[in-house]
C-alpha cells in the first residue's frame, strides 16, 4: 500500500526532535514538506523534503494527506482549521488547543469534512505509564484509592521563548500538565471535580510554572504536580490500591533520547534501565522490583497511518483532547475563584 505523503507544520523542538524523527521511522508514512522559515536548517536535517514557507503555500501547492501541526499553542486552532478546511487529515501536537469552545469546532470540521483529527499525546506510549495501565486492567493493585502522578525539573532560569511569555496557552500546565492530565484520563475518566493551585513561581515568571491539581472521583483521589524548581525530581509515579502499591522513579528515555538523535532505531529504545524500574508492594508488605513495559512513541503514528489506511480507531481520540482542555480551563477557574470546580465528561 502507498505510504500516507505527510507535511509537518513548525521546525522547532518540537518538530525537529520529537515530531520529525518518529513520522520518518513509520513505514506507512512519507514525510514529503515542512513548513518553515529557515529552509537551511530543514535540509540540514531533512535532506530533500521540500520546505513550504507557510501553511498557505503548502496547501496550495503540496498534495500531502497528513498535516501534522506543530507550532506554538495559540497557532493550532487557525492552522488546523486550515488544514481540515483544505480536506487534510490533522495531528496536533499537545495541547490541542487552547480553549474548548475552539476544540469542539475543530472536532465538527472534521466530521463535516470527513477527516481524521488527533492530537500527539505522545507519553500515553510511556513506558512506565503503559506498565501502570497493565497493573490496573489486571487489578493487581485492587482498587486504586490514591494516584500521585508528578513532573518536576529543575530550570531556575525563565527563558526567553514563548512558552514561559505571558501569553495564551503558555506555561506549564498546558504543557506537561497536558500529559499528566490525560494519562489520569484513560485510567480514570472524567473527574467529578478539580481543585488547583497555579503559581508563576520562580523570579521573574511571567507564565504558570508550578501547578497542583487534585482531581476527585467518588473512590479515588489523582493529585498531579509539576514545578520548574526541584534540584531532585521525587517518585514519577505513586499508585496506592487495596491489594498493593506501585511506586515509580526515573522518567521515560524517548524524549531524551530524542534531544540526542537517538529514535525507534536505537538500541534499547523504549527501555527503562534497572534501576528505574518500580517497586511493587503487596498487601503483606513484600516488595519487588516490576520491570518497566517497553515504550515506543512511533505506536500512535503506525495506529495514524492504520486509521487513514484501514478505518481502525485513533490512538488519541479528539473527545479524549478536548476533555484534558476542559480540565486545564477547570484548573484555572479553581485558582482564580479559590474554590473546587465541578466537571462533567464531554459530549462531543
Known amino acids: ?62 498534495d500531502a494527506e497528513l498535516v501534522v501541526i506543530a507550532t506554538p499553542n495559540d497557532l493550532h486552532y487557525p492552522m488546523a482549521k486550515l488544514a481540515l478546511e483544505a480536506n487534510r487529515h490533522v495531528v496536533i501536537e499537545k495541547p490541542f488547543v487552547i480553549d474548548s469552545e475552539n476544540g ?3 472536532i465538527e470540521l472534521a466530521k463535516q469534512k470527513d477527516r481524521l483529527l488527533s492530537v500527539y499525546q505522545s507519553r500515553r506510549f510511556d513506558g512506565d505509564f503503559l506498565t501502570i495501565q497493565h497493573l490496573k486492567n489486571c487489578n493487581q493493585l485492587g482498587d486504586i484509592h490514591t494516584f500521585y502522578s508528578s513532573y518536576n525539573r529543575y530550570r531556575p532560569e525563565v527563558k526567553d521563548r514563548w512558552r514561559e511569555q505571558d501569553l495564551p496557552g503558555a506555561g506549564i500546565l498546558y504543557d506537561l500538565g497536558a500529559h499528566l492530565i490525560d494519562q489520569a484520563l484513560i485510567l480514570f475518566g472524567m473527574p467529578d471535580s478539580v481543585m488547583a493551585h497555579l503559581r508563576n513561581q520562580r523570579p521573574g515568571a511571567q507564565a504558570v510554572d508550578h501547578f497542583h491539581l487534585v482531581l476527585s472521583y467518588p473512590d479515588t483521589e489523582v493529585i498531579l504536580h509539576g514545578n520548574c524548581l526541584s534540584t531532585a525530581p521525587g517518585p514519577r509515579f505513586q499508585v496506592f490500591g487495596s ?66 489506511q484501514h478505518g481502525t480507531p485513533l490512538p488519541v481520540e479528539p473527545s479524549d483532547a478536548l476533555d484534558v482542555i476542559r480540565v486545564i480551563e477547570a484548573a484555572y477557574q479553581s485558582e482564580q475563584r479559590g474554590c473546587r470546580i465541578e466537571l462533567s465528561r464531554s459530549t462531543t
Open 1 to 62: 500500500m502507498t505510504s500516507i505523503r505527510t507535511a509537518l507544520v513548525g521546525f522547532g523542538i518540537s518538530g525537529q526532535c520529537f515530531q520529525a524523527p518518529i513520522i520518518e521511522s513509520v513505514d506507512g508514512l512519507d514525510l514529503v514538506a515542512v513548513v518553515s522559515t529557515n529552509p537551511d536548517k530543514v535540509n540540514t536535517f531533512l535532506p530533500g523534503v521540500k520546505v513550504f514557507p507557510s501553511l498557505e503555500t503548502l496547501l496550495s501547492d503540496c
Open 104 to 106: 469542539e469546532k475543530l
Open 243 to 308: 491489594k498493593g502499591t506501585y511506586i515509580k522513579y526515573g522518567m521515560d528515555s524517548q524524549e531524551d533520547d530524542l534531544r540526542q538523535n537517538k529514535g525507534p532505531w536505537s538500541t534499547n529504545w523504549g527501555l527503562d534501565p534497572v534501576e528505574h524500574y518500580g517497586l511493587l508492594t503487596d498487601s503483606n508488605g513484600h516488595e519487588q522490583p516490576l520491570k518497566t513495559f517497553k515504550g515506543g512513541y512511533e505506536a500512535f503514528y503506525q495506529l495514524i497511518a492504520s486509521a487513514i
